[in-house]
């Protein structure tokens, strides 16, 4: 199985600021790579896939990068509904892993 | 506009056997590419993939589930469902079906609400 390492776990931020959550690959994946962010309660919601495409109705704020195994989400001027928790996700191969999460918090 | 929902019971005991069923709108698994997954998340922790079935009926499953999963489909009822042997506490967890798309990166682009199943005697 290829293992995907996200840091940090949990960060704490402020609205406005920028924020890197990075990903690494066990392997190397090209991009294979995506990204979801998860609120409490709900879904996962898909935010960039093939590690730099912005999904469709996400807002330009959030992009992705990487290539290989080593991957970063970066979310440029936090707004209150971004504090949540972020997973990147391989689909290079099957099983399909999950990172283990990143909960952004308000500082 | 595409849709999915898991059904199911709610609260299981140890051994038993968990039948949850997601059942979608807004594609087919006929159509080719088109996959159905399955992701669970314990309370407070992080998502596992599970498996996932693709419209050609092949199945790719978790090697650490230690076969006790089995992902089948219904495609004229637009149905995948999701059979766990042999429950343990372990098992508990809010289990989601997942629409992925045909075209590679493959990805979950649409969610099911989540359904929590809880193992107790």
């Known amino acids: 199985d290829i293992q995907m390492t996200q840091s940090p776990s949990s960060l704490s931020a402020s609205v406005g600021d920028g924020v890197t959550i990075t990903c690494r690959a066990s392997?190397?994946?090209?991009?294979?790579v995506n990204w979801y962010q998860q609120k409490p309660g709900k879904a996962p919601r898909l935010l960039i896939y093939a590690a730099s495409s912005l999904q469709s109705g996400v807002p330009s704020r959030f992009s992705g990068s990487g290539s290989g195994t080593d991957f970063t989400l970066t979310i440029s001027s936090l707004q209150p509904e971004d504090f949540a928790t972020y997973y990147c996700?391989?689909?290079?191969?099957?099983?399909?892993?999950f990172g283990q999460g990143t909960n952004v918090e308000i500082e | 506009q595409i849709t999915l929902k898991e059904s199911g019971p709610t609260l299981v005991k140890p051994t038993q056997t968990l039948t949850l069923t997601c059942t979608f709108s807004?594609?087919?698994?006929?159509?080719?590419?088109?996959?159905v997954g399955w992701i669970r998340q314990p309370p407070g922790k992080a998502l596992e993939w599970l498996a996932v079935i693709y419209w050609n009926d092949d199945k790719r499953y978790s090697p650490s589930l230690k076969n006790r999963f089995i992902i089948t489909m219904d495609t004229s009822k637009n149905q995948v469902v999701l059979t766990i042997t042999n429950l343990g506490p372990v098992d508990t967890a809010t289990y989601y079906c997942?629409?992925?798309?045909?075209?590679?990166?493959?990805?979950?682009?649409?969610w099911g609400q989540g359904t929590l199943v809880t193992v107790s005697s």
């Open positions: 997942a629409h992925e798309t045909t075209v590679t990166p493959r990805r979950f682009d649409y």
């Open positions: 996700q391989q689909s290079h191969s099957t099983p399909r892993t």
């Open positions: 392997q190397s994946i090209s991009d294979y």
């Open positions: 807004g594609f087919s698994l006929s159509t080719n590419g088109v996959g």
